[in-house]
């Protein structure tokens, strides 16, 4: 069986001759066969745009949303009714780490179940979903899990 194959396609156009301090950091991302792709800069500490996502963020994001499919999928096959999920996640850049990389990215899934489920079988699942996120595996940052479970 062929692994899965992932692509992603950015463009930049501009010219560093001027040096580091006025080249554009805008550049436009397409992930084929996707038809939507999106603009992005580097992070404002990096003299990038604030207006515009950055790759930490899109790391940040990738951990996130793998876990809420991951988790999904988790809890339908347990048959638990889950309702509603949001998180807020956070991604750690240490300026003093070597190499600069972001070392700690922190989940803080709040899921809102219905039906009689324990809150303690909910953030077990979360747990199953954390160890089968393939982003999640891809990585050497820390990934923390911080849950909370709600009833509808």
């Known amino acids: 069986m062929a692994p899965h194959a992932y692509r992603a396609q950015v463009r930049w156009e501009g010219s560093t001759g001027a040096g580091y301090r006025v080249y554009p950091r805008a550049h436009s991302a397409s992930m084929p066969p996707a038809t ?3 603009d992005l800069s580097a992070d404002p500490h990096f003299r990038g745009d604030a207006d515009l996502p950055n790759p930490e963020q899109l ?7 793998c876990q809420l ?6 809890a339908a096959r347990a048959g638990v009714d889950v309702v509603g999920y949001a998180d807020d ?3 750690e850049m240490p300026p003093d780490s070597v190499p600069l990389r972001v070392t700690r990215i922190v989940l803080r899934p709040v899921v809102t179940v219905r039906g009689e489920v324990d809150a303690g079988v909910v953030v077990q699942l979360l747990h199953e979903a954390h160890e089968e996120c393939y982003v999640a595996s891809s990585l050497t ?3 923390v ?6 009833r509808a």
């Not at 790391?59 to 949303?65: F, G, Q, T």
């Open 141 to 143: 940052s820390e990934v």
């Open 145 to 150: 899990l911080e849950p909370e479970v709600r």
């Open 69 to 74: 499919l991951s988790f999904l999928a988790v």
């Open 59 to 65: 790391l940040v994001l990738a951990a996130s949303s």
């Open 89 to 91: 996640a956070t991604g």
């Open 36 to 38: 939507e792709g999106l």
